[in-house]
């Protein structure tokens, strides 16, 4: 099977952008990405964008068009993949499966999302696209409403652990003082976040993640094409990769405190790597609520069923830990951008095994994980990133 | 290079289905597109899904997970792709990319649209997300308006094609009167659709394709795999296959009367098949507008620039004429369901190579051709079809 690698990287910083366009931020991180590169823009040969929904959030769609447009890319293909909170990873999956074809060599992947320009209850009905319309979000659910069930049966099975789900708000929050992508650079106090208000028991405000403008870019080679080019970094390769589905509403899982497209899409990832979880040196996961954190990290194997909660409060995800979790900020305090999450973590994953992360450098980051989640866990991609 | 055969077919009736859900529609094509390839739905190991704007005019986003449970797919990656009216094209390419990267044997591709619940209003804006927003869609431009502004300039450039237009109309009309699937099945004489009130001078209430609800499917599988299954159908092989894109804004092409997405794709369509356009004995090829079919005939080579409505006016694009267009009726009179608009393609072109296709089958349908463009031309793929 053809080898892919990262050649190149780029985001912009995440947050409130009010004055900033679609266009404007795919062209900085664009660009971005493509001079970390180091290449010629007349080497990319396909184009793959991840964008949740800007067709109700912006008016625009054809977003593989608009960034052809933006960052001036010919006539070369291009495609938006969607799959609610994952459409970033989607973006970078497909794109590894053009190369992986033979039928490129190298192509820009990106992710964009512009949300904070609108209203809290538009802002609500956009994300609630990702679940079931008819039979959920119609009916008033949202998507705090289904985490907060899925948390209350992860008490009910295993045990009560909102305080380490503070914890792992926490933890973001230290990591995201150190990034300076991140969207909230505020040093929050445990008990703050755990005195905080609720929004859907037992989540509180600060067990949510943040609604984000952004963008992130990164730019893939085959293996073979990689050696050929100067760029001033060294490759870094795709190991692993898995994706994975599961049914859109709540209701019809078989399991809520264990995501079944997570272990589909991990046993796939670490099976072509032919690692184990014990093998991860650190991972960027989909902490859409703090909740979630902890069941992927359970999905991920690196900790027992029921036993995430026990691995936050002993330290083990912190930045200093054996395990370092979301040393970005994650989506808790980075920032969530939809379209752009999952590109924003292979971002902080390459950043990382670089060695270039600055006050936030991990002291082993050889291997790195991304874990990226859409809607009620209905879509997971994993990748396992490793330098070359 | 793995080849890759379209071993299955499935499509809805198309029309206004006021009554029907997504999910209803998702339903009735996906499965029927399962039974006809004769495979149980555990053999098939990935899914992509063509939507254009479902989130904005249904609420509906994450599409792959929704037809994961719609046709109860269990744990298969899905995908939601997105290139405005390529959507579903887009799917397809997605999908052969799976299975010549060696990823997946076989798939399930689908694409689907709901729109006619929708106002007019509604139902153009959300179209409009298909053009650049900030640049002209928010300036009041519309689709209708964009082609008209295209054919006029053909006219300046070659001559007034107009009657041709309203040919084209008519053909597409008289073919939809032999597809069952067919929203319009209206035998609509020359002379009114001549006469018809104008939408954007130069182009006329009969110039511009329907809006439309529905569905269609395909499986594909590897060559290989292909072989091992006990299909009741040969196997219809993509032995050419091409995609390539175009920046977003009409103001920004180096040309609107030819469209340079259309003659990459087609280029490589052409190559990989080792064929040339007087190979193709019929093609779908994307009549959003009357003047849009007349420019891709000359962009796919059929016929020489500014020539393309000559040929309309000798009968040479009519069932009975030389180079067959849109035998199923086109968007103009089958429909244009947009995100299933190229799978509806593929589905006539199968249909013909099969000899299926009953009192519209054309006499020669060895090899054919599916043209589907996104947007101002901003998005196309182009697939050529031949029986093995």
């Known amino acids: 099977m053809r080898k892919v690698s990262i050649i190149g990287i780029g985001e912009t910083k995440m947050g409130r952008l009010a004055e900033r366009s679609l266009r404007d931020l795919v062209r900085e991180a664009g660009n971005n990405a493509i001079a970390d590169a180091g290449i010629d ?9 991840g964008n949740f929904n800007s067709q109700y959030l912006c008016g625009q769609g054809h977003m593989g068009s608009l960034v052809i447009e933006a960052l001036e890319l010919g006539n070369i293909p291009a495609v938006r993949t969607e799959g609610a909170c994952a459409s970033g990873s989607l973006a970078f999956r497909m794109a590894m499966m053009g190369i ?37 979000a119609m009916q008033g659910f949202t998507f705090p409403a289904s985490f907060a069930m899925i948390a209350h049966r992860y008490f009910h099975d295993y045990r009560n652990v909102k305080r380490e789900m503070g914890m792992c708000a926490y933890n973001a929050h230290q990591n995201a003082l150190l990034n300076p992508d991140a969207q909230m650079q505020k040093d929050v106090p445990l008990e703050k976040i755990l005195a905080a208000d609720l929004i859907a028991s037992p989540l509180s405000l600060f067990d949510c993640s943040l609604v984000t403008d952004g963008a992130a870019f990164v730019v893939l080679a085959a293996g073979d094409a990689a050696k050929g080019l100067k760029s001033k970094h060294r490759p870094i390769e795709i190991v692993g990769s898995g994706h994975a589905g599961d049914t859109l509403t709540l209701a019809s899982k078989k399991a809520i405190t264990s995501f079944a497209a997570s272990k589909a899409a991990a046993s796939q990832a670490y099976a072509q790597a032919g690692m184990k979880p014990a093998d991860i040196d650190f991972a960027e996961v989909h902490d859409c609520f703090t ?11 690196f900790f027992a069923p029921g036993k995430g909660g026990d691995a936050v409060a002993e330290g083990v995800t912190a930045r200093d830990g054996k395990k370092p979790i979301n040393v970005s900020g994650g989506l808790k305090a980075k920032g969530h951008p939809i379209g752009a999450t999952g590109l924003s973590q292979m971002f902080e994953a390459v950043t990382q095994i670089r060695g270039d992360a600055g006050a936030r450098q991990l002291k082993k980051a050889d291997i790195g ?5 859409g809607g009620t866990a209905g879509t997971c991609v994993i990748n396992i990133l490793q330098g070359s």
Chains 1, 2 share one sequence.
Not at 291 to 301: H, K, M, R, S, V
């Open 369 to 373: 994980l991304t874990h990226n989640l």
């Open 100 to 136: 992986m074809a033979g039928a490129y060599d190298i192509a820009l992947v990106g992710g964009v999302e512009k949300m904070t320009h609108q209203s809290t209850p538009t802002v609500t009905t956009a994300i609630a696209s990702a679940m079931d319309y008819e039979l959920e």
């Open 41 to 49: 823009k007349k080497q990319i040969s396909a184009l793959y964008v």
């Open 291 to 301: 909740i979630t954190q902890i069941i992927n990290t359970e999905d991920l194997g």
